[in-house]
């Protein structure tokens, strides 16, 4: 059975930065597309990043602008994301998602029907 336990979050203030972290288990190999996501009151989910724990590069959405490092644990299903000089508008639920990939050298992407698992969810709050 597969579970994603997020870590992280809170509260903090704008221009300061955050880390979260994910840790799936239940995969049998360590070639998982993991992926953050998140969604603000009123908004649609969307995707931060997301990277295979197996290698390749990670991917992000063009409006990161390098605000977003998402990074792996080697050879573990272990994910982390650095977010920099926040905004109140990166309020939001953040969501650690996942599905098996042994083609560890193809773009995550951030396709949600792609990703199977999800966890329950972390909240960050950003005030200005």
């Known amino acids: 059975q597969v579970q994603l336990v997020e ?3 809170g509260s903090v203030q ?11 288990s239940g995969f ?15 908004k649609e989910r969307e995707g931060v990043a997301s990277i295979n724990t197996g290698g390749g590069t990670p991917w992000y959405p063009d409006s990161a ?3 977003f490092t998402i990074s ?5 299903n272990i994910v982390s994301l650095e977010i920099y ?11 650690c998602a996942a599905y098996s ?5 193809r773009p995550c992407g951030n396709r949600e029907v792609d990703f199977r698992y999800w966890g329950q969810g972390t909240q960050v709050t950003v005030s200005s």
Do not use: H, I
């Open 7 to 9: 870590s992280g979050g």
């Open 14 to 24: 704008a221009g300061g930065s955050l880390s979260l972290s994910c840790a799936a």
């Open 28 to 42: 049998a190999y360590t070639r998982v597309c993991m992926g953050w996501f998140r969604q603000a009151p009123g």
């Open 65 to 67: 602008n390098g605000r």
């Open 72 to 76: 792996r644990v080697n050879a573990k």
């Open 85 to 95: 000089t926040l905004k109140p508008e990166d309020t939001a639920m953040y969501y």
């Open 101 to 105: 990939s042994p083609n560890w050298w």
